[in-house]
């Protein structure tokens, strides 16, 4: 079983974002040259979910940004799970991210 997000990377293009389903999941904001910058989700009280949330990155961050999703109903879960394994990874959550309350540490293999 794979844990981290291995979908492809896109480019934070508005017509990249505009074919994005209306679902909950989670998702990954990358600068071009590499590095996860932003693990974000997309919940109930998202408005139109994923698309909805990658229309307010690309209006915040313009052109020039990768992303990649995963539609995924548990999407709490899988995003504290995401944020621990980036930190387990590389010691450090991603830039502009802060840790929720109460997030769990993973141990390295």
């Given at each position: 079983m794979v844990l981290r997000l291995m979908k492809p990377w896109r480019a934070l293009e508005a017509d990249e974002v505009a074919r994005l389903p209306g679902q909950l999941g989670v998702y990954e904001v990358a600068g071009v040259?590499?590095?996860?910058?932003?693990?974000?989700?997309?919940?109930?009280?998202?408005?139109?979910?994923?698309?909805?949330?990658l229309e307010a990155e690309f209006a915040r961050r313009g052109p020039g940004f990768r992303f990649r999703v995963e539609v995924n109903v548990q999407y709490h879960t899988r995003y504290r799970e995401l944020l621990m394994l980036h930190r387990a990874d590389h010691g450090v959550l991603p830039p502009e991210n802060e840790a929720p309350p109460g997030l769990g540490r993973l141990r390295p293999a």
């Open positions: 040259a590499g590095g996860v910058l932003f693990i974000g989700v997309a919940g109930g009280r998202s408005r139109f979910g994923l698309r909805g949330e």
